[in-house]
């Protein structure tokens, strides 16, 4: 019986984690809502990880609208200290705050360039970039153009997008290909799934 080879990071006993890797991470992403999402979600992720994250996606998704970029820029300060007792999210001031400021941020880069997404991959020129990694301890931390995203972002009031989150979040909406050349998705080129 073959064995599926996975990324080495998925390629534990949680099914949550595999699904993930298997279905949606580096897969190109271009809708808004989904690309706002994961913009907040690695930011909530910074000092912990990623299956910490991923275990608590649907409550992130009902107490932020769904990601509704509208809405979730119109929430009050008292909307957002109510989250601050969820014991579903994570309960650090800066990352709840940080997800409305994101989203008056991308309402000003819609306006400005027409759509989130349009703004989000012109630092990929459109379109992914695929690597050829051996093994994850090739995969970097951040990259020049991670840092030239962290940068563009924080000067136009995003928060929580240094650039190893930046990298982290062009990883997850295949911005760029980083499954190692050995996993079966290296080579897929599907398009992700609205939900």
Same mark, same amino acid.
């Given at each position: ?8 990071? @998925?390629s534990g006993d949680?099914?949550?984690?595999? /699904?993930?890797?298997?279905? /949606?991470?580096?897969? !190109? ?6 690309? &706002?999402?994961?913009?907040?979600? /690695?930011?909530?992720? @910074? ?14 998704r009902r107490a932020?609208?769904? &990601? ?18 969820? !014991? ?17 941020? +991308? ?7 027409? +759509?989130?997404? @349009? ?38 009031? &995003?928060? &929580? ?33 609205? /939900?």
């Open positions: 019986m073959a064995v599926t080879k996975r990324c080495g990071w @998925a949680l099914d949550i984690m595999r /699904e993930y890797h298997d279905t /949606e991470w580096g897969v !190109p992403l271009h809708d808004d809502r989904l690309l &706002f999402e994961f913009l907040c979600l /690695e930011g909530a992720q @910074a000092g912990l990880s990623w299956r910490t994250v991923l275990l608590k996606r649907d409550n992130y932020y609208h769904d &990601f509704d970029i509208d809405k979730v820029a119109a929430m009050k300060d008292r909307q957002l200290e109510k989250l601050l007792l969820d !014991p579903g999210l994570i309960r650090n001031r800066l990352k709840i705050y940080s997800v409305r400021d994101n989203a008056q941020a +991308s309402l000003e880069a819609i306006e400005e360039f027409g +759509s989130l997404d @349009a703004y989000l991959w012109s630092f990929v020129g459109g379109k992914t970039i695929s690597n050829r990694w051996q093994g994850m301890g090739d995969v970097p931390a951040s990259t020049p153009v991670s840092d030239r995203m962290s940068k563009a972002l924080k000067k136009r009031g &995003f928060r &929580f997008v240094g650039t190893t989150i930046c990298y982290a979040f062009m990883q997850a909406t295949g911005m760029v290909n980083d499954h190692v050349v050995s996993c079966f998705r290296h080579r897929m080129r599907t398009v992700r799934r609205e /939900e």
